[in-house]
C-alpha cells in the first residue's frame, strides 16, 4: 500500500470542514511555519524536497520560489491555477472538493514563504461547486484566525481571494491567467519579463498549480528531507493521477512516484485492468497534450525495461518512443477505440481553445481539424497524413505559449505510432465507417534495442 500525503483521509466524514480537519492534524503546517520557522526555511525546505510544480510542467517548485523577485515596497503575490483545463485531468478539482482546507492550508504557508500578504485562487468558471466550496472554506479559515491580521499572533497578514475565470483553456497558461486575473482578455504574455518580476498588476508573482501548493503541507510537517525519500530520482514525494478511459476503476490515485506503470493499470489496489475484459491498446499518461503511446511502449521502455510513474521513466526515450508526466491525467484506451477519431476530437478542442493571438496555433489547429474530420469520414488520402505531419512540426516551437505544441504533440504522436491506422482509414473508408481498426500489433511484445 502506497504512502498517501495529500488523500490520506480523504474518507472520513466531514473532512471538508474546518473542526475535523484540524482534528486530522490540519493547520500544524501553518502553526509551525509562523511561529517557528523564516520565510527563507519554508523555502529551503521545499528546496530540499525535491517537489517539482504538479501542473504539467514539473520545474522544480523550490527553485521558481527561489526566482521571486522582492524589490522595496513592492507587493508581491501568490496564485493558485486551479483552472484545470487539461482534457483527462480532474484530480485538483478532487482535491478543492472533499479537502479544500488542504489548499487553504497550503495557500497560508506558501504565501509567507514567499512574502505575500494578498493571494488568489484562480478555479476555472464552469466549476461552480468547488468555487462555493473554497469561498466557505476561506471563511471557516478566517474565523478561526488563520487569515486575516496577525495571524495566530505572529504579525503576518494574510487574504486570500478565490476569483472564477471564464473557461478558456488557454488560461491554464500562466501569464494568460494573470492576464484574465486582472480583468483583461486571457492572452498570453511575451516572456521575459516572467512573473516572478512582472506578475499580477506588475509585481513579483509565483503562480503554482493546486496540488503543488496542497505539497507544501506534508513537507512543512515532515520535513523536506523526508518527503524527498518517497519516490526515485528526481521524481519525489507522491503525485495524483487522474484515471480515466476503458479502466474497472477510474478514479483520482495518490501514487508514490516510481511505481510502475502496469501494476497502476492492473492491480486492484489502483485501476484494477481493462473494464469489460478487453485488452489495452494506448494510454495518454498525462493528459491530452502528451504523446499517446501503444500497450507496449506505455508498460515498458523501447529498451525492454518497465515503464514507471516517474517524470524520467515516462519521458524515456524522448518523445520518439516516450511521453510525458504532464498534468497526470491518465487515459486507457481499450482495443476497440479509434486512434483517428480520438486525435480529430483532441485537435478540435484545440482549435476551439487557441486564443488566435499566433498564426502557427490559430492556423494550424483549424487546417490538422479539417484533415482530421477528412481522414475519419472517409474522404481522406495518404498525402494527408504527411500533410498533418508537416502541420504540426511547422506549430511546435514557435508559439509565444505552450499550447502550440499541446496541439502538436498529440498528432505527432498518432502519426508516428499508429499511422497503419491512419492509413487504413485511407485505404478502407467505407469498412473505417462501421469498425475500428482494433488492436492490431500495438500490445505486441518490443523487441529490446541494443546498442
Not at 90 to 98: E, N
Not at 279 to 304: D, E, Q
Not at 366 to 376: H, R
Amino acid at each position: 500500500m502506497g504512502r498517501k500525503l495529500l488523500l490520506e483521509h480523504i474518507n472520513v466524514p466531514g473532512i471538508n470542514t474546518l473542526a475535523v480537519y484540524r482534528e486530522k492534524g490540519g493547520y500544524r503546517a501553518v502553526e509551525k511555519a509562523l511561529k517557528s520557522m523564516s520565510p527563507e526555511d519554508v523555502v529551503e525546505e521545499v528546496k530540499k524536497s525535491g517537489l517539482r510544480g504538479r501542473g504539467g510542467a514539473g520545474f522544480p517548485t523550490g527553485m521558481k520560489w527561489s526566482f521571486l523577485a522582492k524589490p522595496e515596497g513592492v507587493p508581491r503575490y501568490l496564485v493558485c491555477n486551479g483552472d484545470e483545463s487539461e482534457p483527462g485531468t480532474f484530480k485538483d478539482r478532487y482535491l478543492m472538493t472533499y479537502i479544500p482546507h488542504a489548499l487553504i492550508e497550503g495557500m497560508i504557508v506558501s504565501s509567507y514563504a514567499l512574502g505575500a500578504n494578498t493571494s488568489y485562487i484562480y478555479i476555472r468558471g464552469e466549476m461552480m461547486p468547488q468555487i462555493r466550496i473554497m469561498e466557505k472554506a476561506i471563511e471557516e479559515a478566517k474565523a478561526a484566525g488563520y487569515l486575516g491580521k496577525n495571524i495566530l499572533g505572529t504579525g503576518y497578514d494574510l487574504e486570500i481571494y478565490v476569483q472564477p475565470g471564464g473557461g478558456a483553456y488557454i488560461c491554464g497558461e500562466e501569464t494568460a491567467l494573470l492576464e484574465s486575473l486582472e480583468g483583461k482578455r486571457g492572452n498570453p504574455r511575451i516572456k521575459p519579463p516572467f512573473p516572478a518580476v512582472a506578475g499580477l498588476y506588475n509585481c513579483p508573482t509565483v503562480v503554482n498549480n493546486v496540488e503543488s501548493i496542497a505539497a507544501t503541507v506534508p513537507i512543512v510537517n515532515d520535513g523536506g528531507e523526508e518527503y524527498a525519500k518517497i519516490g526515485i530520482e528526481r521524481s519525489t514525494g507522491t503525485k495524483l493521477i487522474s484515471a480515466s478511459g476503458n479502466l474497472v476503476k477510474p478514479g483520482v490515485y495518490e501514487i508514490e512516484m516510481g511505481l510502475p506503470v502496469e501494476e497502476f493499470i492492473y492491480s486492484d489496489e489502483y485501476c484494477g485492468g481493462i473494464a469489460n475484459g478487453k485488452r489495452l491498446k494506448a494510454v495518454v499518461a498525462g493528459g491530452s497534450s502528451v504523446p499517446i503511446l501503444p500497450a507496449n511502449l506505455i508498460t515498458h521502455t523501447i529498451n525492454g525495461n518497465p515503464r514507471l510513474m516517474t517524470y524520467e521513466s515516462l519521458a524515456d526515450g524522448g518523445f520518439v518512443s516516450g511521453t510525458a508526466m504532464g498534468s497526470g491525467g491518465f487515459i486507457a484506451f481499450d482495443e476497440d477505440q479509434c486512434i483517428v477519431r480520438n486525435t480529430y476530437n483532441y485537435t478540435r478542442f484545440y482549435r476551439h481553445e487557441s486564443c488566435g493571438q499566433c498564426s502557427p496555433c490559430r492556423e494550424g489547429t483549424g487546417w490538422m481539424e479539417k484533415i482530421l474530420y477528412k481522414i475519419e469520414h472517409g474522404h481522406g488520402s495518404m498525402e494527408d497524413v504527411d500533410l498533418l505531419w508537416e502541420i504540426q512540426r511547422k506549430i511546435e516551437g514557435n508559439t509565444i505559449c505552450p499550447l502550440g505544441d499541446a496541439a502538436a504533440w498529440p498528432v505527432a504522436a498518432a502519426i508516428r505510432h499508429f499511422r497503419d491506422e491512419f492509413e487504413w482509414h485511407i485505404l478502407h473508408p467505407q469498412e473505417a465507417q462501421q469498425r475500428n481498426y482494433g488492436l492490431a500489433h500495438y500490445a505486441d511484445p518490443l523487441v529490446p534495442v541494443t546498442e
